[in-house]
């Protein structure tokens, strides 16, 4: 493939990825007049872990997950396990528009992570990034907290904070096994874990139209979404990949406007502003490390639409 078709097929991953992966909290909003949000997080996993399998039977082995399998439980866990619970029975207190938003934090919780565990140094993760991400944060939530519920923002930090420490799981532990085998088999133990209490929690009759956005999510959204991405990595490299955390929160609070009528207030705009700046620039590489980066095996990032 040429530099030309490379960039094309990037470019195309990228505005798919755009829009999929800001599309969820929509999704989940709908399906939540259905479903409870356990229930939710069941049929996403199951079903999308069905559909990746065929393709993470042929790129890998149930040898491969047996040899992995505490690394795959941690990855889980951080990335599927705790977010996609919490993101649906976040979204029962607060708007699907301030969910995408706290979400853009991760950035910002990836750099303090990795200075105060020794990973990057200051030089590398530049404080005044995170300085002015942190000013944003508590813009969103330090001002105007009156539609905000206290239970959300710790449901929201916890989702935070694991799609921070996933990359570092895949890095540490998971860097030598494909990553559609590393999300199926992830998605397959999210599944498990919650089959009882999702079948439990049905308790009503759901429309066509919720039961349709809860299939959108787990196949658009899940699925597609992954294989997307993981496309982008390939074209574009794990570095500049991860431009697309920055452009889902936008594409979801668009939608939540136009399609929820949710409000989207001044101070939402300025923090999400100062949040997208300051990540950028906390996580701008050196000069000097960025050939280095564009040489990194693709790696699972946050799904930051989920």
Known sequence: MNRSQQFDRGTSAFVAVSFVWGLPYLLIKIALRGFEPVTITLVRTALAALLLLPIATKRGSLRDVWRCRYGIGLFALAEFIVPWYCIPTAETRISSTMTAILIA????????????TRRSTLR???PLGLLIGATGVVILCGIDTAGLSPVALVEMGLVVIGYALAPIVITRYLGDIDSVVVA???????????????????????????????AALAIVCTAVALLLFFTLVHAWGPVRATIITY???AVA????????????????????????LGSLYASRPRASTRAHERRAEPAIQPPSGS
């Open 253 to 276: 609070s668009i939608l939540g406007v136009l399609l929820l009528h949710e409000s989207f207030r001044a101070n939402m705009a300025a923090g999400l502003t100062l949040v997208i």
């Open 105 to 116: 934090t991760v950035p910002l919780v990836s750099g303090f992570i990795a200075i105060t």
């Open 184 to 214: 199926t088999a992830s998605l397959a133990l999210c599944a498990l874990i919650y089959t009882v209490p999702g079948v439990v929690a049905v308790r009503k009759v759901p429309t066509v139209g919720q039961t349709t956005a809860l």
């Open 247 to 249: 452009v889902n929160p």
């Open 124 to 126: 590398e993760v530049k």
